[in-house]
T-cell receptor, first 114, second 118 residues
Framework: ELKVEQNPLFLSMQEGKNYTIYCNYS?????LYWYRQDPGKSLESLFVLLSNGAVKQEGRLMASLDTKARLSTLHITAAVHDLSATYFC??????????????FGQGTILTVHP | DAGITQSPRHKVTETGTPVTLRCHQTENHRYMYWYRQDPGHGLRLIHYSYGVKDTDKGEVSDGYSVSRSKTEDFLLTLESATSSQTSVYFCAAQERGLAGGRGYNEQFFGPGTRLTVL
């Protein structure tokens, strides 16, 4: 059974600081997704990481994937208040099918304060 | 996105009553999913569909059933609601399979339904 664990679950950051959210998963997968959720809202796709060594960047966020370590990171550079949200990683569980299913981490609640 | 809407957006019901949540998408996506979101658990898959009339169970399917008679609609039914089913329910859709190939296939999510069972 695929298990996905994020840490930390709560992250309080000062504006301007850097930090990293970690996503570990328990079985082999070569595809990982990062989503953002604002309070009371739906999930918004941030990154799709397709292979080992993949790195994607958008603004102050950078995501990477190490399939051998079964680890993805979401790095935040010079945090700003607008980044306050809950961030989820989700790992593809193909299960021998072509469509696959996603298993989500618990989510990291990020708060950026002055 | 896949033009996904969910109805109702909010519902309060009593224990033991049947409840049906509707997910509607306008993009003709083949695959649809129902998740529930609870604090500390992220999103957990309830049921999914890989085509009209083709559905299967996810990790937390007990107490739930689904139906998909048309591509655009995916219904989630709680036959007899319990307080443990109080949650926020999200529907998702995707055009193609996530596995295989190198496509950036993604799941797109609806706005969610907040269900309270008293």
């Amino acid at each position: 059974e695929l298990k996905v664990e994020q840490n930390p679950l709560f992250l309080s950051m000062q504006e301007g600081k850097n930090y990293t959210i970690y996503c570990n998963y328990s079985t082999t997968s070569d595809r990982l997704y990062w989503y953002r959720q604002d309070p009371g809202k739906s999930l918004e796709s941030l990154f799709v990481l397709l292979s080992n060594g993949a790195v994607k960047q958008e603004g102050r966020l950078m995501a990477s994937l190490d399939t051998k370590a079964r680890l993805s990171t979401l790095h935040i550079t010079a945090a700003v208040h607008d980044l306050s949200a809950t961030y989820f990683c989700a790992v593809l569980n193909a299960g021998g099918t072509s469509y696959g299913k996603l298993t989500f981490g618990q989510g990291t609640i990020l708060t950026v304060h002055p | 996105d896949a033009g996904i809407t969910q109805s109702p957006r909010h519902k309060v019901t009593e224990t033991g009553t049947p409840v049906t949540l509707r997910c509607h998408q306008t993009e003709n996506h083949r695959y649809m999913y129902w998740y529930r979101q609870d604090p500390g658990h992220g999103l957990r898959l309830i049921h999914y569909s890989y085509g009209v009339k083709d559905t299967d169970k996810g990790e937390v399917s007990d107490g739930y059933s689904v139906s998909r008679s048309k591509t655009e609609d995916f219904l989630l039914t709680l036959e007899s609601a319990t307080s443990s089913q109080t949650s926020v329910y999200f529907c998702a859709a995707q055009e193609r399979g996530l596995a295989g190939g190198r496509g950036y296939n993604e799941q797109f999510f609806g706005p969610g339904t907040r269900l309270t069972v008293l």
